[in-house]
C-alpha cells in the first residue's frame, strides 16, 4: 500500500483511479493486503467497497460518506432522493437554487431542505477544500480542471490529503473533455449515473424503489405519445431578463434535455440554431415555436406573469405563436437529478400535450402547483416516503 505523504494520516482508506493507485489516507486496519469488495451495496460496517464511474474509474471507500462536496445540482438532487440531502457541504449557487428546490420540494410531504449559506462552489479553491474537509468530492475532476487555478497535481492532491472524486458532469450534453484525463470518457443517462451513485451511498433500496417510479412514468409517456408530425414545435430558454435570452435545443443528447427528450417535440429551429446561444426576438419570431419552455422560471425571485407581459408587449415577440397562444411555460432547472427530474417529467408532459396528459395549472409564482391525484404521473407521498426512509 502505498504510504501518504501527509505528516499526519488522514481518516480515508486508499483509492484507485483507473488502476493508478492514489494515496488518500490509511485504510482502517490495513495491516499490508487490501480486502475490496466491488458488489452492490458490498461490505458491512468496516469493510472496503468500490465503485467505478467515469473519468476516475474504480474507487474504493471505507464507509459511505457522511460529508459531501458537490459543484452541480443534479449531485446534490441525488444525495437528496438517496436521503443524504443533510450531507451538503457546498454547491453551486447554494441560495438560488435551494428556493429553486423548494418549490418542488414542497409537495413531498415530511421531505425538508436547506440549501442555504453553503459554500458556493462554481469555482472551488483548493484551500477550501481543505477546510471543508468533506468525505468525498460527488464532482467531475475533468471538469474542475479546467480552470486556471487547477491542474491534475492539485486535482490528485485533493484525493489523496482529503478525499477522492466521484462525479460526471460532462454526460450533461455529451461534452469532451477539455483536460487529457482519460482516453474513452464515458457518458451516463441521468438515471444510470444515479444507480451508480446510489452504490457509493450504499443506498441500493432507495434507488430502486426511485428507479421503479421513473419507470413508471416513461412507461405512461411512451405509451401515450403521439405521432411524431403531430407533435409541436419547442424552444427551451433562460433567461435574468428578457434583454438577454439563452436558447437550448431539445433534441440533444445527455442528461440535460432528459425532461423534454422523452417527449419528442420538434426543434424550432430546424438546426439553424446551435445549443446554448443567446438569441433576439427575430431569431425566436423566425423559429416560431408552438411552445416557449421557461428555465428558471418557478425560482421564487422569478416573476413569470411579467415575463410574459413583457413578450406580448414587444412587437416583434408578440407575434410568436407560443406567446399569441399562452403557451410560454416556466420550468425549473437543466442540471436536474431524479426527484427534480420526476416533477419535471410530470410538468412537460402537461405543458406540451395537455390533451393527452392533462392541463398544466396556469403558473405565476410559489410552489410547484397542485395537480389533482388522478391527473398526477407519479405518488408524491410514494416519494417522500422513499426519500425519509419508509420505504
Not at 94 to 101: S, T
Not at 159 to 171: K, T, V
Not at 210 to 221: F, P, Q
Amino acid at each position: 500500500m502505498r504510504e501518504n505523504n501527509a505528516t499526519t494520516p488522514t481518516r480515508r482508506e486508499t483509492i484507485k483511479y483507473g488502476g493508478t493507485v492514489v494515496g488518500a489516507g490509511l485504510l482502517t486496519g490495513c495491516s499490508g493486503s487490501e480486502a475490496s469488495n466491488t458488489g452492490d451495496d458490498a461490505g458491512g460496517d468496516g469493510d472496503t467497497y468500490s465503485v467505478s464511474i467515469s473519468p476516475m474509474g474504480e474507487v474504493s471507500f471505507d464507509s459511505p460518506p457522511e460529508t459531501v462536496f458537490t459543484r452541480l445540482t443534479h449531485h446534490a438532487d441525488m444525495a437528496l432522493a438517496l436521503g443524504h440531502g443533510d450531507s451538503i457541504t457546498a454547491m453551486h449557487a447554494p441560495d438560488y437554487y435551494d428556493g429553486l428546490w423548494n418549490q418542488y420540494v414542497e409537495r413531498l410531504p415530511g421531505v425538508e431542505l436547506d440549501w442555504t449559506g453553503l459554500y458556493s462552489s462554481w469555482k472551488p479553491s483548493k484551500e477550501k477544500l481543505y477546510a471543508l474537509d468533506s468525505d468525498v468530492h460527488l464532482a467531475d475532476p475533468a471538469w474542475i480542471g479546467v480552470q486556471e487555478a487547477w491542474d491534475r497535481a492539485d486535482l490528485d492532491e485533493i484525493a489523496e490529503s482529503i478525499s477522492p472524486w466521484f462525479g460526471n458532469s460532462l454526460s450533461d450534453r455529451h461534452q469532451e473533455p477539455q483536460v487529457n484525463w482519460v482516453d474513452d470518457y464515458e457518458y451516463y443517462g441521468l438515471w444510470e449515473q444515479f444507480g451508480i451513485v446510489a452504490k457509493m451511498f450504499k443506498e441500493r433500496e432507495r434507488y430502486e424503489a426511485l428507479a421503479a417510479i421513473h419507470d413508471k412514468v416513461m412507461r405512461m409517456i411512451e405509451a401515450d405519445l403521439p405521432a411524431e408530425a403531430e407533435r409541436p414545435t419547442a424552444v427551451m430558454i433562460a433567461a435574468a431578463d428578457i434583454t438577454e435570452i439563452y436558447t437550448y435545443l431539445v433534441d440533444k443528447p445527455g442528461f440535460l434535455n432528459s425532461h423534454v427528450r422523452p417527449f419528442g417535440p420538434q426543434d424550432a429551429y430546424e438546426g439553424e440554431v446551435k445549443n446554448n446561444t443567446v438569441i433576439d426576438f427575430e431569431v425566436l419570431l423566425e423559429a416560431n415555436p408552438d411552445v416557449i419552455l421557461h428555465l428558471g422560471g418557478m425560482e421564487p425571485s422569478t416573476d413569470m406573469a411579467a415575463r410574459r407581459e413583457a413578450l406580448r408587449d414587444d412587437p416583434v415577440a408578440s407575434q410568436v405563436n407560443a406567446v399569441q397562444n399562452d403557451r410560454v411555460y416556466a420550468q425549473g432547472a437543466r442540471y436536474q437529478g431524479p426527484i427534480l427530474n420526476l416533477f419535471q417529467l410530470e410538468m412537460t408532459a402537461k405543458q406540451l400535450y395537455p390533451d393527452i396528459f392533462g392541463e398544466w395549472p396556469s403558473y405565476e409564482e410559489g410552489p410547484y402547483p397542485e395537480i389533482p391525484a388522478e391527473e398526477q404521473l407519479f405518488d408524491r407521498q410514494e416519494v417522500a416516503d422513499i426519500i425519509n426512509g419508509g420505504s
